[in-house]
């Protein structure tokens, strides 16, 4: 047992990786909210009137709202008046090549290990790198474009392709849908944009990268994937902030629309600080995903690893609106010392012959709780529906919580819809044979917890997903309790 | 708490109940009032829209007074082959004259124990209709089985059940089973006739060591019946306590069953039927609470949902941090026969310990097409090929009935209600 009680220490103890912050000089809305605010924000990305007045409205329409507290998570509210909603690198103009950008800038992203420069990545992933508030570098836009595929900071859609952004923007998410997502149409800053035209597959990985540095600022990106007819597109995001003592807010929306025979397949690797080893600081990650399946054989498919965020709060959701479409959730959460995750999904049934399938594994260490939320509606229009959910809680440590939550709505008689869970901790003979054969206690670990989590893992793209067996083994070696 | 719309319905009711038992009445009606009734949506009655129910169907909130019934009466409504006891209940009142005596147990009105800690088993801050029953139920039933005592044939809880429009009936059961004792209870209710009405019933069981509980319960009232029923149990060290739950019809029911294991080595057993058709809404919630280390809790709801009918199911699973070595499953399955029949179902865990074996499935389907076909290759119509099916579905939890004779006749009411009616 004492060694066992080392090693938990050892791990506590670890030090978030990438928790440093850079100082640069920034461009910064004052604190605060309110409709001022948001005029300023809009002045400041040279918004259309339209999108000013859709702003306001969403700002209106979140006065009148309160924030959600059915989520079995606990928390010090934000002060959200205290916040700072909009924080910019001072460098105004966005380059047009990566030459132009502040090599500062560069450095940061360097650093975090994703290089900007296009010679020197491997081949076929194109980056967005997004920090605090603004996008400010995106690679491979010339190639991208010449296939006719559009993958650009928001600001820049918004001026560039306007009749796209008006005709999507709140379609899946609509401005009202929530506490969160209504805040984030008010004050959205700056996120990623990607339409996908007809019959196009897109031939590398779109990825955006997020960055929050500036102390007191919410994050609040907004991104959207159009995917039209007989189009493909894998995206990837990923995510990091500086340890700071004070909580950070990171309030997204992500909009999905598949057209038919469109496939979409997301995936994230979210790594926000998640507080030191006594629960202090740490980014509250209040995320709204949702993709619908608008036409008939679309496909879109969420896989996540979420590793970070003192408290995560999280739906990837599909709408399952067109004949034959397919949704799909695979995810990996992962919980230590004082972080709570609530997350899972939504699977809406509407079309004809839809499927969905949910995969989730939570694994909880120290004093964290571990939630899985989700929901499986089958509407009475939707026939011969199938759904089959599976979500496994492993517990390492006995004063750590695993928690189901499923909710399963029936309102068709053809539809087969089955549910299982399992909670288990890892078994004193499965680590007792790894010893056996030489390997340590924490390596045993590892290779147990990436081998339960093999069927999420094997979803993710090959550059993130060795990125997520190394994020795992970090932040669970060791947990045996 | 609750914003609901008639906070003070029922406080007729609460004002109108007897004198006895003060201090826990004075809990009852404080806990009534802080939670009031079900708010649109709260969480615990987010499917079962009772309050709304209750505003639409009751009419008068008062006590429903017993009926004039007679022993033939009685007689002609025990079910054939049942060979123990009978305990009449007429409108939610005991009635001795009419019940029989039990060697060896202790059967009285609660209003003669005076100091019976009434409401410290189903605890009515969890539930607002436990606070109700607790603030204002009339007189109730006191059973105790002494230590060491096994009582061979069942007791039959029989109640006779018949309203004016929209009158309340609140039966309140107090069981007291002593240590390396065993007992088997059969929980029925008669309608007579189909006046709305509103039942809230709430049973304790007190446990002891070792002791053997088996608590079966068929619910087949009238179709315009509105019921809310807590039935909350303590499971000493080695005791085990059983039930199966049967439910037919009802406009609205919802039966709350709460175990709490108490002791290592304790087990809580759950089974149910809903077999729906017409309006009927059931709604299931149970709830395990695994407090201490070394205990077992088994589940198995199943439902088949005809017409417009709606199933509810809720199974919540606590292990607690001190509950190591816990091994908890549940399941829950359904069939849904008809286009416009509905299921809300929502297997829950929640698990603070880490050397647990806790499992939860749960399903919505059909009848397998092949099992129909290869029924039909032998020459079985589809008709009752289907019913043979249904039939064995609901079979699984059917077998969890001990004891033989009140077994024979659910299975008779069920085999009934698939043949004709499916």
Known sequence: MSKDNSILEELTSKEYEHGWSVNFEADEAPIGLNEDIIRWISTKKEEPQWLLEWRLKAFRTWLTM?????????????????????????????????????????AIYERLGISLNEQKRLQGIAVDAVLDSVSVATTFRGTLSKLGIIFCSFSEAVKEHPELVKKYLGSVVPMTDNYYAALNSAVFSDGSFCYIPKGVRCPMELSTYFRINAANTGQFERTLIVADEESYVSYLEGCTAPSRDENQLHAAVVEIHAASHAEVKYSTVQNWFPGDKDGKGGIYNFVTKRGICAGDYSKISWTQVETGSAVTWKYPSCILKGDHSIGEFYSVA??????????????????????????????????????????????KRADNARNFSQCDSLLMGDRCGAHTFPYIDINNSSAKVEH??????????????????????????ALIVNGYAKEVLNQLPMEFAVEAQKLLALTLEGSVG | MSTLTKQDTFSSLIEAAP??????????????????????????????????????????????????????????????????????FSNGQFIPGLSSKIDEVEVSLISEKADLPIGSIANPKKDVFAALNQASFQDGLFISVPKKTQVDKAILLLS???????????????????????????????SVGESTYFVN?????????????????LQNEGKNAIEVSTIETDIQKDGRFSSVNISLSGDMVRNNLNLNLKGSNSEGNMYGIY??????????????????????????????????????????IFVRQDAQKTNAFQQNNNILLSEDATVNTKPQLEIWADDVKCSHGCTVGQLDEEALFYLQTRGIDKLQAKGLLLYAFAGEVLEKIETESFREYCDSLIQERLGSKF
């Open chain 2, 19 to 88: 004198n006895n038992f003060a201090s826990a009445r004075a809990t009852g009606k404080e806990a009534y009032v802080f939670q009031g009734l079900p708010a649109v949506k709260a969480e615990e009655y987010k499917f079962t829209n009772i309050s709304k129910k209750l505003e639409q169907n009751l009419t008068d909130f008062s006590t429903a007074k017993p009926l004039p019934l007679t022993d033939a009466q009685v007689k002609a409504a025990v079910h054939e082959g049942f060979e123990g006891s009978v305990l009449v």
């Open chain 2, 160 to 190: 006779f059940d018949e309203a004016n429009e929209g009158q309340v009936i609140q039966p309140r059961v107090w069981i007291e089973v002593g240590d390396f004792a065993e007992v088997t209870f059969i929980d029925q209710t008669v």
């Open chain 1, 420 to 445: 299982e869970a399992t909670t288990s901790k890892i078994g004193e003979d499965q680590i007792f044979y790894c010893n056996q054969r030489g390997i340590a206690t924490e390596d045993a670990v």
């Open chain 2, 275 to 316: 077999l729906l058709n017409g309006k009927s809404h059931v709604d299931n919630h149970t709830n395990v609470d695994h407090t201490i280390p070394h205990a077992e809790s088994n589940e198995l709801y199943k439902g088949i949902l005809a017409d417009q009918s709606r199933g509810v199911f809720n199974g919540k």
């Open chain 1, 66 to 106: 309160t924030e959600p507290e059915w989520a079995n998570v606990t928390y010090p509210k934000i002060d959200l008046q205290a916040l700072r909603y909009y924080s910019a690198p001072k460098q105004v103009k966005k380059a047009k090549n990566l030459d132009e950008v502040d090599p500062e800038l560069i």
């Open chain 2, 201 to 217: 019933e709430v049973v304790e069981v007190k446990g002891g060591i070792n002791s053997q509980i088996h608590y079966y319960r």
């Open chain 1, 334 to 379: 992962v919980t230590n010392n004082y972080q709570q995750a609530d997350t899972g999904t939504k699977m809406i049934h509407i079309g004809k012959n839809t499927k969905s399938r949910i995969v989730s594994k939570g694994i909880s260490a120290g004093k964290s709780q571990n939630s899985y939320r989700g929901q499986v509606q089958v509407m």
